[in-house]
């Protein structure tokens, strides 16, 4: 029992790290992707700028742009994982396509939970940027889903 769980939190740590180099990776490779994060990142430091111009204090601005990165990692990288690999477990799965799958939709579909959570759901259809974040953040999770069937799901035992 204590080997699968070091065997589980490594393979978790493992794939959440590769998820998140793959992630910004990917964003620049795309182009349109790419100029819609530099617009943001751009937005994001004027505002920074304009907040501590008022308040004085800079690393309130940085503290900020560090939390929405952050956010962007769990919703993509960690919440997905996490759940697919307690479903997994639970469960007994330990077919790669489990663990893809799942990790995969939940991360491509993090915008849109989230955006329910807030009770801010939309009626209009997504637009073509929001398509291209989709496919951004369903590769991610099957990276991380795959990675994570490499370390730790495949071929082992189920729990008993």
């Given amino acids: 029992m204590a080997r699968r769980v070091l065997v589980m939190g490594f393979g978790f740590i493992l794939a959440v790290s590769c998820g998140a180099l793959f992630l910004p990776i990917a964003a620049l490779a795309d ?26 204090d800079p ?6 742009l560090g939390l929405v990165f952050w956010a ?18 639970i469960a007994g799965a330990r077919s790669w396509i489990w663990y893809v799958g799942a990790s995969g939709i939940l991360a491509a579909a993090s915008p849109w939970i989230a955006r329910g959570a ?16 989709l496919g951004l953040f369903f590769l991610t999770g ?10 730790a799901g495949r071929g082992s035992r189920p729990a008993q």
């Fill in 31 to 56: 182009s349109t992707v790419r100029e819609a994060g530099f617009e943001a990142v751009i937005g994001s430091f004027f505002a920074m700028l304009d907040e501590t111009a008022r308040d004085g």
């Fill in 59 to 64: 690393a309130a601005g940085f503290h900020a």
């Fill in 72 to 89: 962007i990692l769990i919703a993509v990288c960690v919440a997905p994982l996490a759940f697919a690999a307690l479903v997994g477990e």
């Fill in 118 to 133: 807030r009770a801010q759901a939309s009626a209009h259809p997504p637009s073509q940027m929001e398509i291209r974040v």
């Fill in 142 to 151: 099957a990276l991380t889903g795959f990675l994570y069937w490499l370390a």
